[in-house]
C-alpha cells in the first residue's frame, strides 16, 4: 500500500507539473534569434518554435513524434533549417519561418546537423560525420571532427566546404571567411571548468588563401564564435571567472576580450547574434537577448502545445533484455526484473504478471525458502536503498504469477544503502551488502544486525560485483574478498553470527570468485583465473574448482566410475536391510539439517578443477546428486550451456543459446530442468535425456519462455528517479569525496527543476550531462543511445570519392583496400567515374546516399565510366556497413603511417599504432613490433586517438624490455636474446590532446620510468578508472569517474594534471590534411637521431 501511494503522489505531482509548466516553458535548447532580430527560434521538448525576441507567445514550427533541434535562420529571415531523426539519425531538413512543410535535405545515415546558409542563401552549411577527405592523413574519427558540407535548399548532392572538422562553423558577411571552433579529441561536449590541452580553441578560415588562424589561446573552453560587424566576433569562454560567459573580440586584434556578461555559476549556451546587432543565448534554462551597451534581458515566454511524449505508455514485455531472473523453490515458478520492474511468470511462461509498478528501480531478487515471499531491493527516493519483501496475501494461492494480492513492505529501511539481500536456508536471517562493502547479517525476529564482514576488507567497483552464499545449515558464509586492496580477488568463510576470524581459503593471486556450497556442506565450488589464459586488459579465462571441507566427501568424488558404481550397489543394499528392519512405519518428519562441519586444514590437497577446458563463465551449477557439472561458458564469441560429468570427465555442448551476454543459471528441484538467463533472455533447457553421452545439442531441449505481459511507463517519473539515481550514485562512488570542491547538492537542486520540462531522451541526456559535467573530471557525462525500428543505414561501396566536386557522377580517388572493391575482377581505378547505382543515375539534384539505404551485403549494381577512354561497364558487389568501412579507414591510416615512417627513416625505424588499451591492440602491438619490426633499429609508438582500456603497465613493461643475454646455436650469435618477448631497443611515444584515461597511463608511466621520450602535444589528465553504468532505460548510460590513480612521489591525484611532451609538436590543419604528419616525422627525427649516438 505504501508503495501504491507513493506511485499515486508521482503521478499527481506529475500532473501538476504539466499544468504548471502547460504556459511557461523551460530547459529552452538551441535558440537562434532572426536575422532582423524580431523572432527567436528555440528547441522545447523535442519540437521547434519561435517567439517574437520581445517576448510572447512562442509559435509551433514543428509538431511531431520525433525530435527536432537546432534551428538555423537563413540570411534573408525566409527559412528556419533544422536537424530532426524522423529516420533514426540526425538528417537536415528545411521550411519557411512562418511554417508550412519541411523537406529533408540529406539522406546519408551519418549524423548530419545545420550550422549556418551560405552567403547566397542558396545552400544549407551543415557538419556531419563523415569520412575526411581523401587527401588527408589525421586519424579516421568521423564523430570528432565533423566535417563542412552544403546542400541545396532546393534539395540535391551534398558537397564537401572542409573536412577540418569545424564546430559551429559560420560565414562573415561577404562569405570570405569562416568562423569556427576545434575539437582536438574525446571529452564530454558539457563539461566545464576544464584546464588542458583537449579545450576548445577559435579559429577563422580564410576561403581564398585557405588558411587557417588560430584566434585564442586560453587553456578553458573557447566555444561558439558568432560574427559581429566587420572582423568583430563574440564568443562563450570560462577565461575570467571560470564560468561560461559571452565575450567580444576581433580578428586584427585577438588579445582585445571583452567579457559582456557575468554570470557567476552555469553556463551560457547557444550563442547568436542577429544583423542588428542582438545577441541571444541560453541561461539557467531560459532565453536571454542583450543589445550592444545593454544588460541581459530574459525574454518572457508562454506557449500552448499539446505534447503527446508526455502521456504514459503501455509497452508490452516479452523475453527480451530481461536483467535478473530467479527460480522459486519448487521450481514452479520464476521471478525476473524488466526495466526495473519485479514480474513472475510460471515455469511454462504462459503467465505472466507484474509484481510491481513503479518509476523507480527494484533488483537483486531473491525467494524465500518457502517460495512465499520475493525479497529484493529497492532505491523508491532519493536517500538511500532499502531493501523491501513481496508476500503472497492469500493463503491458498501458492503462486506469484497468479496471486490476486501481493503485499509490499520494508524489511530494512535506513538511511544507508543496504541491498543485494539473501535469506539463509533456514529463513530466520537475511544477510544483506551495507554501503556496497559491509556484508551484514539481519535477524527479523529480533531486529538485530551483526556485522560479518567489516568495513575496508571490501572495495565494490560496480554495484552487484560482490558475492556471497550461506552455508545449508544457515551458520556460515562464503563471500568473495578483495582483502583490503584494489585488485585481489580470494573467497573468504566468516561465521554468520559476526563472530571469529575470517578464513582466506583460496590464497592463490588468481582471481578466486563466486564461491557456492555443495554437497550438503561438505565443498565448494568457484571459479578461478589459475589455469586459464589471462587477458592483458584485465578479466580473461577461468574454470571451476572444487575445495572439500570434508575428507570422506573427497574421497568418494574421487573414486573411478567403476568404483562409485560398486559403492552405490553396496549403498543399495545397505538400505534395503535397513528397510526390512524398521519398525512399523510413523509419521515422517521434516528431515533435519545437519550441522555443517568443516576441516580446515590442508585444504589445497583436497582441491580439484572440475572443468576440462578454461574459458569465459558467467555462472555454473552442479546437479541435485552432485556428479554433473553445469555452466554457461563462451567459446568463439557465444555463451552456451554445457555439461561435464565430474567421474568420466565427459564433456559436452548441452544447449545452443547463442547469446552474446552471459547472465545466471537455475535448476529445478526435479533435476530435470534448467533455467537460463542469458542475452537478457530466459530459457529452460530440459536435461532429463542427458545420460545420453551420444546425444547432441540440439533446439529440441531449449525453450524460450513465451513471456507475455504489459508495461505501463511513466516516462516522466522514470526520468525524475534516474535524476536522483544518477545524482546519488556520483555521492556514493565518485573518486573524490569533497567533488573536486564543487557544491553537488546546488547542482542538484539547480537541474532538478528543470525535469518538469523534458520529456525526451535528447534533452534529458543533455541536462544530466550539465549536471555531470559541473565536476570537472573525466569520465562522466550521460549517453543516449536511440532506438528506432528501420532506421536508415548508408552502405559503403568502400571507395573515396571527390565529395568536394559537385554535379554528375562521382570520382573515384581510391578503393579502400580490403573493401568489396578490393577484389580480382575489378577495372576501377583513380579517376574513374561512378555514374549510377542499381541503374539510377547519379545526378546534382538528388542526394545518392539515399540509393545506399539497407543495402549492406545486398547484391548492388555499379555503373562506371572512364572517362580518358570513354569506356563504360557494370560491376556487381555487396556493399559493407558503415562501421566495417570505419576499420578500412584506421587500417588504411595505419598503412599510410608506416609507410611514411619507412620512406623518412629509409626502413631502419619501426611503427606500431595502439589502438585501444586492451587484449586485441596489445595482440596487435607484439605482433607488428616483434614480427615485422624485430630488425629495426628503434620504435615509434603512436597512442593518438587511443581511447583508453586498460594495458599500461603490460605495455611499459613490453617496451621497457633490456638485452641482458645472447643465445649463440651452433656457436653463433643471433640477433636477440633476453628478454625475449619484449623489445630492448629504443623507441619513442608519440601523443596528442587526443589520447584519453588509460591512454594517458601509459605514456605518463612510460616518462616516469624513463623508457624514452614522448612526442607531441600535451595529454589532458584523465587517468581515472570509471565505471559506465546503464540504467534501467536501457538506452540511457552515464559514467562515474571512480579510482584515481597517484604516482608514489607526487602528492596530487593525475586526475586534471596534464602531461607535457618531451618535444612538443602540433599537427596543422593545413598540413595533416594535405598529407603531411609533422608529429610523426619529429619521432622519426628524434630515433634516427638516437640510433645514430
Not at 529484493?376 to 532499502?386: A, I, L, T
Not at 555521492?731 to 573524490?736: E, G, S
Not at 565536476?775 to 565529395?803: C, F, I, Q, W
Not at 607531441?1016 to 540504467?1031: F, L, N, S
Request: glycine content about 8%.
Amino acid at each position: 500500500m505504501m508503495k501504491m501511494l507513493l506511485s499515486f503522489l508521482i503521478s499527481l505531482c506529475s500532473l501538476y507539473a504539466s499544468a504548471q509548466t502547460g504556459n511557461t516553458p523551460r530547459w529552452l535548447r538551441n535558440s537562434a534569434i532572426s536575422p532582423d532580430g524580431q523572432w527567436i527560434a528555440f528547441e522545447y521538448k523535442g519540437d521547434i518554435f519561435k517567439v517574437p525576441a520581445s517576448g510572447g507567445t512562442a509559435l509551433a514550427i514543428t509538431i511531431t513524434p520525433d525530435y527536432e533541434s537546432n534551428p538555423v535562420w537563413s540570411h534573408d529571415g525566409k527559412l528556419i533549417a533544422f536537424a530532426s531523426d524522423r529516420y533514426g539519425n540526425f538528417d537536415v531538413y528545411v521550411m519557411p519561418s512562418g511554417g508550412g512543410t519541411a523537406t529533408r535535405l540529406t539522406w546519408n545515415s551519418a549524423a548530419d546537423v545545420p550550422l549556418d546558409f551560405t552567403p547566397d542563401d542558396k545552400s544549407v552549411v551543415f557538419g556531419t560525420a563523415r569520412n575526411d577527405f581523401y587527401t588527408s592523413v589525421r586519424f579516421p574519427l568521423p564523430g570528432i571532427f565533423m566535417k563542412l558540407y552544403r546542400v541545396p535548399v532546393a534539395g540535391g548532392r551534398s558537397v564537401m566546404l572542409n573536412s577540418a572538422g569545424m564546430g559551429d562553423a559560420s560565414y562573415n558577411k561577404d562569405g570570405s571567411m569562416l568562423i569556427f571552433e576545434d575539437k582536438k579529441g574525446y571529452e564530454s561536449d558539457e563539461r566545464k571548468h576544464e584546464r588542458a590541452s583537449v579545450t576548445r580553441d577559435i579559429w577563422t578560415y580564410n576561403i581564398a588563401t585557405e588558411k587557417y588562424a588560430k584566434l585564442t589561446s586560453f587553456q578553458g573552453n573557447d566555444l561558439q564564435p558568432v560574427w559581429g560587424d566587420g572582423d568583430n566576433y563574440f564568443y562563450l569562454s570560462e577565461q575570467n571567472d571560470d564560468n561560461l560567459n559571452v565575450y567580444q573580440s576581433s580578428v586584427a586584434d585577438t588579445g582585445r576580450r571583452i567579457q559582456l556578461t557575468h554570470f557567476k555559476r552555469n553556463p551560457v549556451r547557444d550563442l547568436s547574434r542577429s544583423g542588428n546587432g542582438i545577441l541571444c543565448f541560453t541561461y539557467a534554462g531560459d532565453i536571454y537577448t542583450l543589445k550592444e551597451g545593454g544588460q541581459p534581458e530574459k525574454v518572457n515566454i508562454t506557449l500552448q502545445a499539446d505534447f503527446a511524449q508526455q502521456a504514459s505508455k503501455t509497452l508490452p514485455v516479452t523475453n527480451e533484455d530481461i536483467s535478473e531472473m530467479a527460480l522459486s523453490p519448487d521450481g514452479m515458478e520464476v521471478a525476473f526484473v524488466y526495466r526495473g520492474d519485479i514480474f513472475a511468470s510460471s515455469a511454462d511462461g504462459n503467465t505472466t504478471k507484474r509484481l510491481t509498478n513503479t518509476p523507480y528501480q527494484e533488483r537483486m531478487i531473491e525467494f524465500s525458502p518457502d517460495g512465499r515471499s520475493i525479497i529484493f531491493s529497492v532505491e523508491k527516493d532519493s536517500s538511500s536503498w532499502d531493501i523491501n519483501q513481496l508476500e503472497i496475501a492469500n493463503k491458498n494461492e501458492p503462486y506469484f504469477y497468479a496471486a490476486t494480492v501481493v503485499n509490499n513492505t520494508p524489511v530494512i529501511a535506513t538511511g544507508k544503502d543496504e541491498f543485494q539481500p539473501h535469506y539463509s536456508p533456514d529463513g530466520k536471517k537475511i544477510a544483506y551488502l551495507e554501503e556496497r562493502n559491509i556484508l551484514k547479517v539481519y535477524d527479523p525476529e529480533t531486529k538485530k544486525t551483526v556485522t560479518v564482514i567489516p568495513e575496508g576488507v571490501n572495495y565494490s567497483y560496480a554495484d552487484g560485483d560482490e558475492y556471497f552464499n550461506w552455508s545449508p545449515d544457515s551458520k556460515w558464509i562464503l563471500a568473495n574478498s578483495s582483502e583490503g586492496t584494489f585488485n585481489r580477488a580470494e573467497i573468504d568463510l566468516v561465521k554468520a553470527d559476526g563472530t571469529g576470524e575470517r578464513k582466506n581459503l583460496t590464497e592463490s593471486g588468481f582471481d578466486d570468485v563466486m564461491p557456492k556450497w555443495g554437497a550438503d556442506g561438505k565443498m565448494m565450488a568457484w571459479i578461478s583465473s589459475r589455469e586459464g589464459m589471462s587477458n592483458p586488459s584485465r578479466g580473461g579465462q577461468g574454470d571451476v574448482y572444487a575445495m572439500f571441507f570434508d575428507k570422506k566427501a573427497f574421497d568418494r568424488f574421487n573414486l573411478s566410475e567403476d568404483d562409485f558404481k560398486l559403492l552405490k550397489k553396496e549403498e543399495k543394499k545397505d538400505s534395503i536391510n535397513k528397510e526390512k528392519e524398521l519398525p512399523e512405519k510413523k509419521a515422517v518428519k521434516t528431515k533435519e539439517v545437519k550441522p555443517v562441519e568443516l576441516d580446515l586444514d590442508d585444504l589445497n590437497t583436497r582441491t580439484k578443477r572440475l572443468t576440462i577446458n578454461s574459458s569465459m563463465l558467467s555462472d555454473f551449477i552442479l546437479s541435485k546428486d552432485g556428479e554433473k557439472l553445469y555452466y554457461l561458458a563462451k567459446y568463439e564469441n557465444e555463451y552456451n550451456l554445457w555439461q561435464t560429468e565430474l567421474r568420466s570427465h565427459d564433456t559436452k555442448v548441452i544447449a545452443q543459446l547463442k547469446a552474446k551476454e552471459g547472465g545466471s543459471l537455475a535448476i529445478d528441484t526435479s533435476g530435470k530442468t534448467i533455467f537460463v538467463l542469458a542475452g537478457g533472455k530466459i530459457s529452460s533447457v530440459n536435461i532429463a535425456d542427458e545420460n545420453d553421452k551420444n546425444k547432441k545439442a540440439t533446439d529440441d531441449n531449449v525453450k524460450l519462455l513465451p513471456i507475455k505481459a504489459s508495461f505501463n511507463l511513466d516516462a516522466e517519473g522514470e526520468r525524475q528517479y534516474l535524476f536522483e539515481h544518477t545524482w546519488r550514485q556520483v555521492t556514493k562512488k565518485l573518486f573524490d569525496p569533497k567533488f573536486q570542491g564543487v557544491d553537488w547538492k546546488y547542482y542538484h537542486d539547480f537541474y532538478q527543476q528543470f525535469l518538469p520540462y523534458v520529456n525526451n531522451n535528447h534533452d534529458f541526456r543533455d541536462l544530466l550531462s550539465e549536471m555531470l559535467g559541473e565536476l570537472n573530471v573525466s569520465h562522466t557525462g550521460a549517453r543516449y543511445y536511440p532506438k528506432k525500428d528501420n532506421a536508415d543505414e548508408t552502405a559503403s561501396l568502400g571507395m573515396l570519392y571527390n565529395v568536394k566536386k559537385g554535379g554528375d557522377g562521382l570520382v573515384v580517388e581510391e578503393i579502400l583496400a580490403g573493401g568489396p572493391m578490393d577484389n580480382s575482377k575489378t577495372k576501377v581505378k583513380p579517376g574513374d567515374i561512378l555514374e549510377k547505382i542499381n541503374g539510377t543515375a547519379i545526378t546534382a539534384d538528388f542526394d545518392w546516399a539515399g540509393l545506399l539505404n539497407h543495402a549492406e551485403k545486398v547484391f548492388t549494381r555499379l555503373s562506371f565510366s572512364d572517362p580518358s577512354s570513354s569506356k563504360k561497364w557494370d560491376e556487381v558487389i555487396k556493399p559493407v556497413s558503415a562501421a566495417e568501412e570505419q576499420t578500412l579507414m584506421y587500417n588504411r591510416w595505419v598503412k599510410m603511417m608506416q609507410k611514411m615512417t619507412d620512406s623518412l627513416s629509409r626502413g631502419t625505424v619501426g611503427y606500431v599504432h595502439v589502438k585501444a588499451m586492451n587484449d586485441p591492440s596489445f595482440r596487435t602491438v607484439i605482433s607488428k613490433v616483434l614480427g615485422k619490426n624485430f630488425d629495426k633499429k628503434a620504435l615509434i609508438v603512436d597512442t593518438r586517438f587511443n581511447g583508453g582500456g586498460w594495458l599500461h603497465d603490460n605495455l611499459v613493461t613490453f617496451l621497457g624490455g633490456k638485452l641482458y643475454m645472447q643465445f649463440a646455436p651452433q656457436g653463433n650469435i643471433v640477433p636477440g636474446g633476453e628478454s625475449m618477448d619484449k623489445w630492448t631497443k629504443p623507441s619513442c611515444v608519440v601523443m596528442s590532446e587526443s589520447n584519453y584515461s588509460d591512454a594517458f597511463m601509459f605514456p605518463y608511466i612510460y616518462k616516469e620510468l624513463g623508457i624514452g621520450k614522448l612526442i607531441g602535444m600535451p595529454v589532458p589528465g584523465t587517468g581515472t578508472a570509471v565505471w559506465w553504468e546503464r540504467q534501467i532505460d536501457p538506452t540511457i548510460v552515464f559514467g562515474i569517474p571512480m579510482i584515481a590513480t597517484k604516482g608514489v612521489n607526487e602528492d596530487n591525484f593525475t586526475e586534471n594534471h596534464q602531461l607535457e611532451p618531451d618535444i612538443k609538436v602540433e599537427n596543422p590543419y593545413n598540413k595533416v590534411l594535405n598529407g603531411q604528419d609533422p608529429q610523426l616525422e619529429a619521432a622519426v627525427k628524434e630515433m634516427l637521431k638516437t640510433v645514430s649516438k
